[in-house]
Nanobody, 125 residues
Framework: QVQLVESGGGLVQAGGSLRLSCAASGRTFSTYSMGWFRQAPGKEREFVAAITWNGGSTYYADSVKGRFTISRDNAKNTVYLQMNSLKPDDTAVYSC??????????????????WGQGTQVTVSS
């Protein structure tokens, strides 16, 4: 069982930056691949980024490639999402998720086993 708690969301102007954190409980965090997803009002939850268990591979949605960076610190049981050059279209609730398959780093939300509650990111124009 893994519990995930996101933090770092807020209100930022277009072009600004935010860094999201996702703290995980449990001693098996380093065996999970991790993902970030987001859901805007009236839209489906969509994939943002994912990272394998050791950080060796990362994957991004085309809409955030070159602007967002996912990373992890297994010693701190934390995964991060650095978001730069934010746009109003990035406004959403951002959630982290854990997948028990260490190498998966999947873009498919149904593959993830555990989810956090989410943190709101609002980008003003």
């Amino acid at each position: 069982q893994v519990q995930l708690v996101e933090s770092g969301g807020g209100l930022v102007q277009a072009g600004g930056s935010l860094r999201l954190s996702c703290a995980a409980s449990g001693r098996t965090f380093s065996t999970y691949s991790m993902g970030w997803f987001r859901q805007a009002p009236g839209k489906e939850r969509e994939f943002v980024a994912a990272i394998t268990w050791n950080g060796g591979s990362t994957y991004y949605a085309d809409s955030v490639k070159g602007r967002f960076t996912i990373s992890r610190d297994n010693a701190k049981n934390t995964v991060y999402l650095q978001m730069n050059s934010l746009k109003p279209d990035d406004t959403a609730v951002y959630s982290c998720a854990a997948d028990q398959t260490p190498w998966a780093a999947s873009a498919v939300r149904e593959n993830y086993d555990y989810w956090g509650q989410g943190t709101q990111v609002t980008v003003s124009s």
